[in-house]
């Protein structure tokens, strides 16, 4: 009987180290594309992702006093489907992960709304992408398409020395990502211990 036992828990060990393999396989087949030349491919079916979140009017560093204030936008961020269903189950993003975040006006009084703010159109498309053989010393690469109507189809990575490697270093919660702002991620990632030791919910950059 306990012979059973070992062999019914070896098969489902077994089952579940194969069911990771085959994620990390597909999350590795569907990730970003590049040109010849090594610039991303602008991703056009993001929106056919997984959505993370919304914010809105999200800004950095220190407060700006109200006359030097944007009209807020919103930021919807979009993960591909083979990594999110890989960070449910690790709590890590696989290589080869890319996230979109689509910039959109915020709009007032449209149609039948009387009060708040709904989305408008598109402004903006920015792109984050795991691949540890093309970043091989920060692991992540980040990527402006630029503002409407003028998207770029492809674009390089932008240089180091851009302000969002080092906020992505020092201020998220999971890797180079800011899962503290996905609620059903950071949940997970709690849960599985993967929130970095560093992390300070409290921090200001």
Known sequence: MKKL???????????????????AQQASTNGPKYTSSGEL???????????????????????????????????NVFVNRESHRQFMATGKWPDKTIFAL????????????NGGQTQGGLVRLEVAVKDQG?????????????????????????????????CHRDNTAVEWTFVQFYPTLFEVAKRLGTVKSTYDPSHKP
């Open 41 to 75: 491919l602008r991703p056009g079916d993001y929106r056919e992702w997984v959505y993370l979140t919304s914010g809105l009017g999200m800004t950095y560093g220190p407060a700006l006093p109200p006359a030097a204030r944007r009209p807020p936008n919103f930021d």
């Open 5 to 23: 036992i070992s062999i019914g828990f070896l098969t489902c060990a077994m089952a579940a180290a194969w069911r990771l393999a085959v994620i």
């Open 102 to 113: 689509e910039i959109r006006r915020a709009e007032q009084h449209v149609s039948i709304d």
């Open 134 to 166: 093309r970043f091989p010393d920060t692991t992540w690469g980040y990527f402006d398409f630029g503002a409407m109507p003028d998207l770029a189809a492809a674009t390089a990575a932008l240089p180091k020395t851009a302000a969002c490697y080092s």
